[in-house]
């Protein structure tokens, strides 16, 4: 068997003949500049973060460390099996029942993760013989979903009610699906909730809504997007979150009618195998659910705090906390990523396939907990880096 050197790290690797097309792949994406690397962040680091989303600073609170450690002493470091075994300790239920009051739903069920909760939700109501209309925006964990549903999936035009509504009308199945975000991870854009929900019950659908970078942001105190618009806790609107951004924890959920809750308990393969969230991220969830609830005015501040960033990247005011700055090419979006960092402010840098070809960009997160000290800092290297 021939193998081929190569490198990882600063180490040399011999590849066997199996596997010798990964040095091709790796030497494809390095051209197109859509090669990706792992940047550990340094615990002491002072550079400004508007790249996670982290979107009420509360990742660091001390009320939600208190509460992630308070749950780790507790029921310990794991939860030491699936959620159906023993990865059930009360304080899941506990956090599923504030979360669906917190949404107005009717009850929820926590995942390790929100994209777990989106696979869970997806597939357990399709599967095969039924139709799932996927916004063309969708986040992977949806489009991971559609492709693992078995059901046939149309993909319709980012936010086009009109698509919709004209593949839900020509269906033979006797089960529909509409899927989307609620707020897009990419262009911090609105999803039409309400038109979609009108088109799902024309045709017997399901609204499933991935609120993820709503909650804390959009309605009433960072309810989301899905009670702004006046659907709370419908029967026919099925809400996925998580608990990573908004609420600076790990995990996600799923928020809906009892039976919907019901039937995932029975069928959600990604809740069914899958080991329990961690008791830490759940008391941290809490903790920062808490202090949402008793500081409602962050998620007014973090479109506040976007609007500035907005101004200062020279884009038009996002009705989120995504800010983004289309830039075109791959290496043009990562050379004013890097002069960003070198001055002091971390940026996300979107490329393909994340975003389309030539739409390579920055994107800005708004933190609600960003000093106006640190505001001003930000302008002036987003000026200086996007005039330059």
Excluded at 271 to 299: H, K, M, Q, S, Y
Aim: net charge negative; hydrophobic share 45%; with cysteine.
């Amino acid at each position: 068997m021939r193998a081929l050197s190569t490198s990882v790290g600063s180490r040399l690797v011999e590849l066997p003949e199996s596997l010798r097309w990964l040095t091709a792949n790796a030497q494809q994406r390095r051209n197109a500049g859509v090669r990706r690397e792992l940047h550990p962040r340094a615990a002491d680091s002072t550079v400004i973060d508007l790249a996670s989303n982290d979107y009420l600073g509360l990742s660091m609170d001390p009320r939600v460390l208190t509460g992630a450690e308070d749950a780790l002493r507790t029921w310990g470091a794991g939860a030491t099996g699936s959620r159906l075994v023993t990865g059930t300790t009360q304080a899941h239920v506990d956090l599923e029942r504030e979360l669906a009051e917190f949404t107005g739903a009717e009850a929820g069920l926590v995942f390790s993760s929100g994209f777990t909760a989106n696979l869970g939700a997806v597939t357990a109501l399709s599967g095969a013989g039924s139709l799932v209309v996927s916004d063309a925006g969708a986040h992977a964990s949806l489009v991971d979903a559609c492709r693992l549903s078995r059901a046939r999936v149309a993909v319709t035009a980012h936010n086009d009610v009109e698509q919709v509504r004209a593949a839900l009308a020509t269906r033979t199945e006797e089960r529909a699906l509409v899927v989307c975000d609620s707020v897009s991870s990419v262009d911090g854009d609105l999803a039409p909730l309400r038109e979609l929900n009108r088109v799902c019950r024309e045709h017997r659908a399901v609204l499933v809504v991935d609120e993820a970078h709503a909650i804390g942001v959009r309605g009433e105190g960072g309810r989301g997007l899905v009670a702004e618009s006046g659907l709370a806790g419908e029967p026919d609107v099925v809400m996925t979150i998580t608990l990573s951004k908004s609420l600076g924890s790990q995990g996600g959920a799923v928020l809906a009618a009892e039976p919907v809750i019901a039937h995932l308990v029975d069928t959600a393969r990604s809740f069914i195998f899958d080991t329990g969230l961690a008791p830490a991220a759940v008391g941290a969830a809490r903790a920062a659910l808490g202090v949402l609830r008793a500081e409602p005015e962050r998620a007014q501040h973090v479109l506040t705090v976007a609007t500035q960033l907005a101004a200062a990247a020279g884009v038009p005011v996002p009705p989120s906390a995504v800010v983004s700055v289309i830039l075109g090419a791959p290496d043009v979006a990562m050379a004013a990523a890097q002069r960003c960092r070198d001055l002091g402010v971390h940026v996300g840098c979107f490329r393909p396939p994340s975003v389309p070809e030539g739409t390579s960009r920055l994107r800005l997160t708004a933190r609600s907990n960003l000093s106006g000290e640190e505001t001003a800092l930000v302008s002036a290297v987003l000026r200086q880096v996007l005039q330059r």
